[in-house]
């Protein structure tokens, strides 16, 4: 599967005939995106090499940075998030660009729906 033009995994199939048709090639489109999913969420969760350590999604954020997405997910603003951390705005804002960057998406729900594909986001 290609993401912004890298190999983000590679799924091989193999057949017992010498050609695949269009109907073949059509299923392993809509099958691909899923495989690659369940192959990211296999390897979030499997369990680090040193115990205690954190699971790789995790890792990617800090631990303010992953409080910060878990406010987002409820809706909060960055004023709002600001007076509950008792941090300013623009600091939010800043922690919130370095969320948007460290995951690769444009804005919250993008980060949100990656937070929760992840399992970084605490439910």
């Known amino acids: 599967m290609l993401l912004e033009n890298k190999v983000a995994s590679l799924f091989l199939f193999a057949s017992p ?7 073949q090639l059509r299923l ?5 995106p899923f495989l690659h999913l369940s192959w990211l969420r296999f ?12 699971p ?10 992953q409080e910060i997405l878990n ?8 004023i709002e998030i ?4 008792g941090i300013s705005p623009l600091t939010v ?3 919130v660009q ?4 460290k995951l690769n998406v444009q804005n919250r729900a993008q980060a949100v729906g990656k937070g929760l594909a992840l399992r970084i986001i605490k439910l």
Do not use: D, F, M, Y
């Open 17 to 23: 005939h010498a050609t695949i048709g269009p109907k």
């Open 28 to 32: 392993a489109e809509i099958l691909v």
């Open 43 to 54: 390897q979030i969760s499997w369990p680090a090499k040193s115990e205690g350590a954190a």
């Open 56 to 65: 790789a999604g995790q890792r990617i954020l800090t631990e303010r940075e």
């Open 71 to 78: 406010w987002i997910h409820l809706g909060k603003s960055n």
């Open 82 to 85: 600001g007076a509950i951390l």
């Open 93 to 95: 804002k800043n922690h």
């Open 98 to 101: 370095k969320i948007l960057r």
